[in-house]
């Protein structure tokens, strides 16, 4: 591989698009526009010890193949370093289609220095990754923060120095090399090895952060409060080993051609002073709308209480607009939850995924025995915090009663927020290796493994096909949206404008190829 030696940029890090192909029309409006937060960590990481970086974040600024060549042209770097990363579980696998088709197009006009991904996908499935996808150089097997430093080290990238590169895999001629691990930022360097964001690299038309809109529930459905939106970890990783999640191949520490996240469940923490100077830059931008991107935040209280303490006092005039990842039995102290409205945390995302005990046991969720549900969800909006509610309908053991079972519950509860999925085989996930034994159908192509695209292909259960699991779920989202109890609580919290564009959103008819076949 070559090394041009005039270049003036050691890494420029890319995000390509894939939003079209998986929203469909949910991406024009509707679909939310997330900051590149592992592309930030990784180009603060890099020109902290002394390298130059350039982010260009095509699904941002919407750029064509074109565009992107010639910003590559001009920044000339040694290496680039696509970053294929999502807030959501399956953004990992989903955005590999952007991800390789400018990597394809880069290579047909003569890009030639090194081209390196980074993300869930290739963390699961590096050797696969490789041998499918021959313009694709390096993968990352882990988060890669010491991999791409050392990476960035080289002269040349030869086979012969990259054989001493821990935490990658390879191409070097016809055959694929897949090195010793390497190992994860531990909490003690977190601060030091991880230190910060990057954002004054990335685009914007008229002040920071102007190109990244948040989802629409968490602006309230209101379109004008979607911008500008920051998303930011305070902690990496999990302590949980749900089936259906790959979020833990981030924590990866082998060198196995197939990863399993649920192998590597552990939590690591920036310090709570660490975190609010992050969040004093944000502000300081004019930034309010922010989401904690953790997976687990109301977890540790040594982490988060200090951090929700001090940014109550920087929170007096209640203009932060927050939301925040948590599971319904780590939510059980009122005490707490004032104290997380007043940091300014008006959203909480709870993982309920099944209405059904037997059903959330099945995947490892746990089944809750020692948490009422319905009370847990009184308790959240006592404390003027909304419930942004996930489920997930078609895991193992799901039959069309306990379907029904989990939207029923759905209805009673009447969130502010709700969002639900068709269970899919996520590589790196469980479930996913549970499915190569089983011999389910998996996905033809990166698209389907995207949620709303034209492409998606659930799993099936033993008594229920994929197709009428997928069809549950997208005449559920309707349902939901449309139920008398759920609009008039919108209205009464939100106002008209936000029930209009809620009711402007269920016009929008996903288009499903698995139901297009059937019909």
Known sequence: MKKNKFSSTDVCFLIASSSKKSYQQLSITYSAIEPPTWALLLAQSCRSI??????????????????????????????????????????????????VDITNFLKVNRISCPVAFIGSHVQALPVETLN????????????????????????????????????????????????????????????????????????????????????MWHAEYDFEKRSPYASLHTSLGCVFKCDFCMINLINRNDSKEIGVASLYSKMRFWSPDFIIKEFDKLVNMGVRTIRIVDEMFLLNPKYYIPLCEKLSMRNKDDKLRMWSYSRIDTVKRPEILKLVRKAGIKWLCLGIESGDKSVRLEVAKGKFDDVDVREVIKKVHEADINVMANYIFGLPGDTNETMKRTFDL???????????YAAM??????????ALEKKYKLPENYEGYSFHSYETQPLPTDTLKAEEILEYRD???????????????IKRKFGQKALDNIKDMTKVNLKRKILNKRL
């Open 475 to 489: 005449k559920s989202f309707i349902n939901y949206h449309t139920n008398k109890n759920f609009l008039d609580k």
């Open 425 to 434: 085989a996520l590589p790196g996930s469980q479930l996913y290796k549970n």
């Open 410 to 420: 759905s209805l009673e509860l009447c969130t502010a927020g709700w969002n639900t």
């Open 50 to 99: 002394g390298f130059k970086v350039s982010i260009i974040d095509a699904n941002a600024e919407n750029l064509s193949d074109n565009k992107v060549l010639k910003k590559i042209e001009k920044i000339n770097p040694k290496i680039i370093c696509l970053v294929v990363y999502g807030q959501n579980v399956n953004a990992g696998t989903a955005n590999m289609r952007g991800a």
């Open 132 to 215: 499918n996808e021959k313009n694709i150089d390096i993968v990352f097997t882990n988060e890669g923060v010491y991999a791409l430093r050392n990476l960035l080290k080289l002269d040349n990238f030869s086979s012969r120095e990259l054989k001493e590169i821990k935490g990658i895999a390879y191409r070097t001629g016809d055959e694929i090399k897949i090195n010793l691990p390497e190992k994860v930022v531990p909490t003690e360097r977190m601060d030091t090895d991880l230190p910060g964001y990057a954002w004054d690299l990335l685009p914007y038309k008229n002040t920071p952060l102007d190109l990244y809109r948040s989802p």
